[in-house]
């Protein structure tokens, strides 16, 4: 089938197709929707409890967002190398759980006096937070097939956009009627949902490891790639082994989990001086783990709470030779590329850290309340964000193939949109005017958000991705950061007007869009990316189906997730 010809197939219905057709990325999608919706309740009132506790200091407001990104730049290490090492969907498991024990205690801050709690226990709400984000974003490619990416990336978005628009109007009618507690008590509860989703999808591929075990027949599974060789299962010792494992929990050519990796099928008693293309392990995209011996599959696993813990600590030689790795990867020459898709949010977040003190600040403007009081012109424009969220991927995917060109530079159209969005932002004269400007801006930076992912997804291998993820957030959040202290900085230090500070905005807009339509035409020759080891592993699948329909069975990490 044409590159075209599958473009064409991504309508509305290839959304639903996929979250109908694929039960592991359906549960774990609907842990994030739920969790997000959550989400968008505890933010508008953080930034109104804020508000009210410490008055309108545009610093204060700013400190909210710095220390909600803070722990992901801090932790990123610790984040990556959890989830390429341990259980990713316990990773998920643990983190919404503690994240759910901190913001239940966001009810305890009543008085000004107080306020310094609020931060800390933030800070000990996005630290969970920071170990959810790499896991969550590292186990879409383990559990969906690489010609759905873009679908299940652009999904995940919606989780957050579709959410937005209806649950930040929602947060801010909330927050105005029953007020800040009862959306605190509600975030927490869907942290225990989304921690549920989580622990059901282990659940899923557990039962699913079983019953491939169960209906594999050892008598049907022989294939004719390497001549005289034999196949058996993972736990009959082999001479030389190749292995293509299942859906696992994390991994990478260090992992020591074998145990959660599901069902493999072992090419074994390779005959010497055969293919050498034969005989090296075959990385699976998909599995979340790499292939490994039997001895390294009845390894005791750590549990997941001494995995985090060790992770934090980086007292252990496992987790600095992983960090190593990531660096020596990220730094090689031919993969420069791959640094620069980590930039992308980056250089984003320089043009909307400060959004959201601009947001604050005209929802307290006369004019802007035509609708009701500042809260719900809050939750106005927050909705007005997540419904520009929607928009801009779905019209996008329509006219952007997914290849690394194309999403180059649909990713440099986008920070054109910032420009424009900021620009009539400054010349807004009522709500009216207020909300289309947002949506503008908003659309452009949610294609950079999904097409930045989507980027990392298809050309990192899979047992970096946790850690390449980390990586970009921790850029993201020192860019954002940095955003957010200068657009304090202009309103209590130097005393700009709001409308000046969206001037400003622009302008550095203007100058990320030029540098990103320069890079997306210097690597617009260079084609598609060409990522490592994937051709020999597409190589090896496609053998595996044309030899065998059990064998297919028992290796397609993809379609053993299909409900």
Excluded at 302 to 307: H, I
């Amino acid at each position: 089938m044409s590159e075209q010809t599958e473009h064409e197939k991504q309508t509305l219905k290839s959304y639903y197709e996929l979250l109908r057709d694929n039960k592991c990325f359906r549960i774990i999608w609907i842990g994030e929707v739920i969790n997000n919706c959550g989400g968008w309740f505890n933010y508008v009132a953080t930034l109104t409890v804020v508000e009210r506790l410490a008055g309108e200091r545009g610093l204060l407001v700013s400190l909210v967002l710095i220390v909600r990104m803070l722990p992901s730049l801090l932790l990123f290490p610790a984040a990556g190398v959890a989830a390429d090492r341990y259980s990713r969907e316990m990773v998920l498991v643990v983190s919404n759980v503690a994240a759910a024990c901190s913001v239940i205690c966001f009810t305890f801050v009543q008085r000004p006096q107080d306020v310094w709690a609020l931060y800390v226990l933030l800070f000990m709400q996005f630290s969970a937070n920071s170990f959810y984000d790499p896991a969550r974003r590292a186990i879409t490619p383990t559990i969906v097939s690489s010609n759905k990416l873009p679908l299940a990336t652009t999904l995940d978005s919606f989780a957050w956009s579709l959410v937005g628009a209806v649950g930040a109007s929602l947060g801010g009618f909330a927050v105005s009627h029953v007020g800040p507690n009862i959306c605190f008590v509600l975030d927490a509860i869907t942290y225990i949902i989304a921690a549920f989703c989580a622990f059901s999808l282990k659940g899923m591929l557990a039962e699913l490891k079983m019953k491939q075990e169960s209906d594999v027949d050892v008598e049907a599974l022989h294939v004719a790639v390497p001549q005289k060789a034999t196949v058996e299962l993972v736990d009959q010792p082999p001479k030389t082994t190749v292995s293509v494992a299942l859906h696992g929990d994390a991994g990478d050519l260090h992992s020591r989990g074998g145990g959660e990796s599901g069902a493999a099928v072992i090419y074994a008693d390779l005959e010497e001086g055969e293919d050498a293309e034969t005989e090296h392990l075959i990385q699976a995209r998909r599995d979340g783990h790499s292939s490994a011996s039997s001895s390294d599959a009845q390894a005791a696993a750590k549990s997941v709470d001494q995995g985090i813990w060790h992770a934090v600590t980086g007292g252990f030689k496992e987790e600095l030779a992983a960090l190593r790795e990531g660096a020596v990867y990220i730094s090689a020459p031919k993969n420069r590329d791959a640094a620069a898709f980590a930039l992308i949010k980056a250089s984003g977040a320089i043009v909307w850290g400060a959004s959201d003190i601009l947001q604050v600040r005209f929802s307290n403007l006369p004019s802007m309340q035509t609708l009701g009081d500042s809260s719900t012109t809050l939750g106005l424009l927050f909705a007005s964000i997540g419904l520009a969220c929607f928009i801009g991927p779905v019209v996008s995917n329509r006219i952007t193939p997914p290849r690394k060109p194309h999403l180059l530079r649909a990713c440099a159209a986008s920070f054109v949109l910032f420009f424009a969005g900021y620009l009539l932002m400054s010349v807004a004269p009522n709500i009216w005017a207020l909300v289309p400007s947002t949506i503008v801006r908003s659309m452009g930076s949610s294609v950079v958000w999904v097409y930045s992912t989507l980027l990392i997804q298809l050309r990192v291998p899979n047992e970096l991705q946790g850690r390449m993820m980390a990586l970009e957030m921790a850029a993201y959040v020192v860019a954002e950061s940095m955003s957010a202290v200068l657009g304090g900085m202009a309103f209590d230090l130097i005393g700009m007007s709001v409308r000046s500070v969206a001037l400003l905005m622009s302008g550095i807009a203007a100058v990320s869009a030029a540098l990103w339509v320069c890079y997306a035409a210097y690597q617009w020759p260079k084609g598609d990316i060409v990522r490592e080891g994937s051709a020999a592993e597409e190589e090896q699948e496609g053998l595996l189906r044309r030899e065998s329909s059990t064998c297919q069975e028992a290796a397609g990490s993809y379609e053993g997730c299909r409900s």
